[in-house]
């Protein structure tokens, strides 16, 4: 039985829907600069991070490299625990 987003997706194929995956993780990978679309040539353009108090920064940096080294230093800064999007 499909459940959460593949429900979702399932009743959206049924109709006839058109949909693509972007997501570049893939699976958990422990880097940004290891992302599918970094991979391929296509570095991050903008990083959000966010923790549990709501403080926010958005990171633009020129390569997945520089995007990884910013966001754990923030990440640090952070307390240890930030959602990336």
């Known amino acids: 039985m499909a459940t959460g987003c ?4 399932r009743r959206r194929r049924d ?3 058109r949909y ?3 997501d570049g993780m893939g699976r958990a990978f422990p880097q940004v600069d290891m992302m599918s679309m970094n991979v ?5 353009s903008l990083i959000v991070l966010v923790d549990e108090r709501d403080n926010a920064i958005i990171v633009q940096a020129v ?9 754990r230093s ?6 240890g625990s930030a959602a990336m999007r």
Do not use: K, S
Not at 63 to 71: Q, R, S, V
């Open 63 to 71: 390569d997945g490299h520089w995007a990884e080294l910013i966001a």
């Open 40 to 44: 391929a040539g296509l570095p991050p």
């Open 15 to 17: 109709r006839d829907f």
């Open 20 to 22: 693509l995956d972007a």
């Open 6 to 9: 593949f429900r979702q997706l």
């Open 74 to 79: 923030v990440t640090e800064v952070f307390g």
